[in-house]
């Protein structure tokens, strides 16, 4: 129960609770339990920031960046998303992963941007792992490792990351970095539709499948659906 929770969070956070208090900011801050009030996340976020709570510093970061409930300033965010980091906070790792390659608050690095997203998704952070595919596989601002991107694709894939399964189920199809498989791509396409996606990916996404199972047997269906299975189970 989020309002009861809120409330506990409260009562505890005006004793000083840091975990209180950094629970408190994010409730406000997502609207749980309480109406979304960016000032207040701000408030509780920087009590618990002060005590040094790493997750805190990084939702301060986050509020700094965005210029929800204060000023935006990046650069400010850049130092709380490092000390979180510091602190040993996989979301800040992301973060600065995302900073550094942007160049928001701080100078464009790329390599300085791939360890940071690295070090995030070695801790699981599932939308790490799949901008790391992405990343190595586009061919944008870092050089083409097929090898390397599908080994990240699988792994936001296998915690269920929807546009992971698609990547991943495009370079099968096409034979990217891995022995080209038709029925594993139909299979883990199959599983990437059951998921919301935005309609102008979903739609083209579901054509093609279609348009692809209409040329396969009634056993390589089969195998598909079977594989299919495989892939939804956790």
């Known amino acids: 129960?989020?309002?009861?929770?809120?409330?506990?969070?409260?009562?505890?956070a005006e004793q000083g609770h840091t975990k209180a208090q950094r629970q408190l900011a994010i409730f406000y801050h997502k609207g749980y339990g309480v109406e979304a009030n960016d000032q207040q996340a701000f408030k509780w976020a920087s009590k618990a920031g002060a005590q040094g709570d790493a997750e805190a510093l990084t939702l301060l970061g986050t509020l700094y960046i965005s210029g929800q409930g204060i000023p935006a300033d990046p650069q400010h965010a850049?130092?709380?998303?490092?000390?979180?980091?510091?602190?040993?906070?996989?979301?800040?790792?992301?973060?600065?992963?995302?900073?550094?390659?942007?160049?928001?608050g701080i100078p464009k690095d790329v390599?300085?941007?791939?360890?940071?997203?690295?070090?995030?998704a070695d801790?699981?952070?599932?939308?790490?792992q799949y901008v790391l595919g992405y990343l190595y596989s586009s061919g944008g601002d870092v050089p083409v490792n097929y090898l390397l991107a599908n080994h990240w694709l699988l792994q936001a894939a296998i915690q269920g990351n929807a546009m992971a399964q698609i990547a991943l189920a495009v370079h099968l199809d096409n034979g990217q970095g891995v022995q080209r498989n038709k029925l594993k791509a139909c299979g883990l396409l199959r599983v990437a539709l059951k998921q919301a996606l935005p309609n102008d990916i979903?739609?083209?996404?579901?054509?093609?499948?279609?348009?692809?199972?209409?040329?396969l047997?009634?056993?390589?269906?089969a195998e598909i659906s079977a594989l299919e299975n495989l892939y939804s189970s956790p």
Request: charged share 20%; no cysteine; aromatic share 10%.
């Open 202 to 215: 979903a739609g083209p996404m579901r054509e093609q499948l279609e348009k692809e199972e209409k040329t």
């Open 78 to 104: 850049v130092t709380l998303f490092t000390q979180a980091a510091n602190a040993g906070d996989s979301l800040a790792f992301e973060l600065l992963g995302a900073v550094t390659l942007e160049g928001t």
């Open 111 to 120: 390599p300085t941007a791939l360890r940071w997203y690295t070090r995030a």
């Open 1 to 12: 129960d989020f309002v009861q929770g809120a409330q506990w969070f409260s009562k505890a």
């Open 123 to 128: 801790q699981g952070r599932v939308n790490a």
């Open 217 to 221: 047997s009634p056993q390589q269906l």
